[in-house]
């Protein structure tokens, strides 16, 4: 007897093929929308004009005007916000004499905020043609002023203003001057170097004298000062803690 040969397979074989056509035009369709969603956000993000810059704020200007600061960062309304380059921008506005540092973000979708910490005078130096320069901790000239403003210690140099960048002696003061117990700090009209860069001359508004020395052991020097500036002493050495010096 000769069995029956099972048609199943022939019967299968139409079913399959639907199927898998179906397959790859569903792979087709999902490899597709990736490549439209990448196209979009590539477009939203580089060729639309819905990313772009359409305002700069600045905050933290004193003696700059936000007008200054925009005008250095150099970012045109309508430039793609992708685009902008926050260190760069940050340079520029830091070219700025009176900034100190600035900070660069961008506000999605549209906007460019610039913070700026401005460099703050710590001495006046008298001007041989009048007036001050009015320089901070680093040297830098940050403004120039008719009359000396009573809350900075006049600087004993020779130099001007302008040339004291970098300058170890205005350096030492400055840290030393930071340093002072807000009673001494009142008292200070003057500061200078008292023949190096490391030893610091401080000349008091009641025309007292005072030796600090360099800008180390800051608290001791302040406790023996706060002792001895209520004696009759004139001239008072701390240069060296432990070893105090008066005449």
Same mark, same amino acid.
Do not use: C
């Given at each position: 007897?000769?069995?029956?040969? =099972?048609?199943?397979?022939?019967?299968? &074989?139409?079913?399959?093929? =639907?199927?898998?056509?179906?397959?790859?035009?569903?792979?087709?369709?999902?490899?597709?929308?990736?490549?439209?969603?990448?196209?979009?956000?590539?477009?939203?993000?580089?060729?639309?004009?819905?990313?772009?810059?359409?305002?700069?704020?600045?905050?933290?200007?004193?003696?700059?005007?936000? %007008?200054?600061?925009?005008?250095?960062?150099?970012? =045109?309304?309508?430039?793609?916000?992708?685009?902008?380059?926050?260190? #760069?921008?940050?340079?520029?506005?830091?070219?700025?004499?009176?900034?100190?540092?600035?900070?660069?973000?961008?506000?999605?979708?549209?906007?460019?905020?610039?913070?700026?910490?401005?460099? /703050?005078?710590?001495?006046?130096?008298?001007?041989?043609?009048? +007036?001050?320069?009015?320089?901070?901790?680093?040297?830098?000239?940050?403004?120039?002023?008719?009359?000396? =403003?009573?809350?900075?210690?006049?600087?004993?140099?020779?130099? +001007?203003?302008?040339?004291?960048?970098?300058?170890?002696? #205005?350096?030492?003061?400055? &840290?030393?001057?930071?340093?002072?117990?807000?009673? /001494?700090?009142?008292?200070? &009209?003057?500061?200078? &170097?008292?023949?190096?860069?490391?030893?610091? #001359? #401080?000349?008091?508004?009641?025309?007292?004298?005072?030796?600090?020395?360099?800008?180390?052991?800051?608290?001791?020097?302040?406790?023996?000062?706060?002792?001895?500036?209520?004696? %009759?002493?004139?001239?008072?050495?701390?240069?060296? !803690?432990?070893?105090?010096? !008066?005449?």
């Amino acid at each position: 007897m000769t069995e029956a040969t =099972p048609a199943t397979t022939d019967a299968a &074989a139409p079913a399959a093929t =639907p199927r898998r056509a179906r397959t790859r035009w569903r792979a087709a369709f999902f490899v597709l929308a990736g490549v439209g969603i990448v196209a979009g956000v590539v477009w939203a993000l580089f060729g639309s004009r819905l990313l772009v810059v359409r305002s700069v704020t600045v905050t933290g200007e004193h003696l700059v005007t936000s %007008a200054q600061v925009i005008a250095a960062a150099d970012v =045109p309304l309508g430039t793609s916000l992708v685009n902008v380059d926050t260190g #760069l921008v940050a340079r520029r506005v830091e070219g700025i004499r009176q900034v100190a540092s600035v900070t660069v973000s961008k506000d999605w979708p549209d906007h460019l905020s610039i913070t700026v910490r401005e460099r /703050v005078p710590v001495v006046a130096v008298r001007m041989a043609g009048g +007036g001050y320069d009015l320089v901070d901790s680093s040297g830098v000239l940050v403004v120039w002023s008719r009359t000396n =403003p009573a809350r900075l210690p006049l600087y004993q140099t020779s130099a +001007g203003g302008g040339a004291l960048r970098g300058d170890p002696g #205005l350096a030492t003061a400055a &840290a030393v001057l930071a340093e002072l117990s807000p009673a /001494v700090s009142k008292q200070v &009209a003057e500061v200078g &170097a008292a023949g190096t860069a490391n030893q610091v #001359l #401080l000349g008091l508004r009641d025309g007292k004298t005072v030796l600090w020395g360099g800008a180390d052991d800051a608290a001791q020097k302040n406790r023996e000062l706060a002792v001895l500036l209520g004696g %009759a002493a004139h001239y008072i050495d701390v240069s060296a !803690t432990g070893t105090v010096v !008066t005449k």
